[in-house]
């Protein structure tokens, strides 16, 4: 009996494992995925980042230029975030189980949310090319919208943590809409939501590389425009650039969340 | 928890009435931080409105087109260069994409994880690795397959590589976060069993920590769809995201923009549909 489970156990995660790997083949036939190929491509770009993806002496003569797209790029995916929260937090009010106000309120801007979440930041970036061109305005509305719809259900997922309790005990009082939000919930979710800004930012950098190839502003241009004349030692140092403002904004958003919490 | 003015009137022996009124909110530590933080995000968010690239173009018309736009896409959406069988196969490639490297990212982060986990492995193993993918992390997606595009050319392989390397640094993280949850006293157990390292890790830490792997990798899948669609219009990676990029930025359709957009955001719902489900299950 008992040989018999554990035997039962080992075939089933046979199957499973079997099914996976067709998955995987199936997929590979589909996008032409050559498993040779790739195996052989890893070395090879090892062996090129080496010989040709540094920073060299030309390159540093760029620093002026990259360092103040960084920083537009920089302060496009802060004011992005920061805007967007305070917009987030209001429709996170409404759709938030705990704080809604109406039903009909609540489903409307859930389905926004949700809508502006599961667009990618790409296709945003797209549409709006049309309508703003290639100016910092376009990135900027692009990681508006995704933070947006990012930041409101994460901050619907933490109104609905933290209020429940001492919501239904202010209502109980007869508190008023307004100081159940002001004088509840809001300061007892403040540092989850100031944690979940910072972490939007990071993520705004990362994605404001992608925007920026895609709209020509910010860092994103700057790494297209060296990458496309194959002037690979100044695009390695925009790839350095970002990293580092990257580890940097992780490290002081670390920083902010101990000394928070 | 330093504060910074504590005394209330009854301590300090006057009379309570005429004493000064008793601060209800104390400056903590964290108060002050938060307080600093909002001001700081609020002044670099002014700094950028002043500094932006403008570009002589105007913020209301831009925001009155842009609404228009959304109009067209979302209400007329049509099929013009692709058709809607194209359109499936190519959301198909975006999928598969997605899979391939879901999996293979998968894969190689279980064995990264196992010596990430602290208690699995040694400390400074397991920092190295953290700070290795940490650094992996931090090189957006987009100039991952770029950089591998130099030497592997554009197409499945370097969008597929280069797409993997989040999703490894990513199952790494969440795969050794949940091993490191393990309960110590089952590896001792084992241990004193005589146990060999890979018997612990196939029969225990595997075993207790499947499911929520499992749904980790899920979530990843549900990024990297979003991740496939983004590579195909930025990186030539090819799938739907393609189609979108050749749209805005050569045939200047909208409609049909509006009809690859539907057909990717069915997609997304259903999976985070699926993902919100797998999360519940294992929460409960």
Known sequence: MKHDLLYRKKAQSLVILLIL??????????????????????????VWSVTNFYPN??????????????QETLLISIAAASVASVFAFVFALFGSRVTEVNRILALISRFVANVFRNIDVSIWALVLLFSFGQS???????LFVASFGFLTRAFMETIDEVGADSVEALRATGASYASIVFQAVLPMSVPQLISWVL????????SATLVGILTGSGIGFIFDLYYKGMDYHSASLVVLSIVLSILITEWISNYVRRAML | MKMIRTAGPALT????????????????????VIRMTILMLALLTLLGFLTFNYQGVNFFKGVAATLSNFKVIFIQPAFAHVTFQGAIGELLITLSLGILTTLLGAVIALFLSLFAAKNLSNRMTSNIVKELVAIIRAVPTVLWVLIFAVSAGLGSVAAVIGMSFHSISYLTKAYSESFEEMDRGTIEALEGCGASWWQIVWQAVI???????????????EVNFGVAVAMGAAAGAGGIGYDMFMDSSYYYNLHEMGAIAYFILIVAMILEYGSVKIKDKIRA
Do not use: C, H
């Open chain 2, 13 to 32: 022996g006057r009379d309570p009435f005429t004493a000064k009124r008793i601060r209800i909110k104390l400056l903590t530590r964290s108060a002050l």
């Open chain 1, 21 to 46: 790997v067709v998955i995987a083949y199936l997929a590979m036939i589909i996008t032409q995925f050559n498993i040779f190929q790739s195996l052989v491509s890893i070395p090879k770009a090892i």
């Open chain 2, 207 to 221: 075993p207790s920590s499947l499911t929520s792997m499992i749904s980790w990798t899920f979530i990843r899948f």
């Open chain 1, 136 to 142: 910092s305005l376009t990135g900027y509305f692009a």
């Open chain 1, 57 to 70: 002496a030309s390159a540093l003569t760029k620093i002026p230029d990259i360092w103040s797209r960084l």
């Open chain 1, 199 to 206: 972490f939007m930012i990071e993520t705004n950098i990362r």
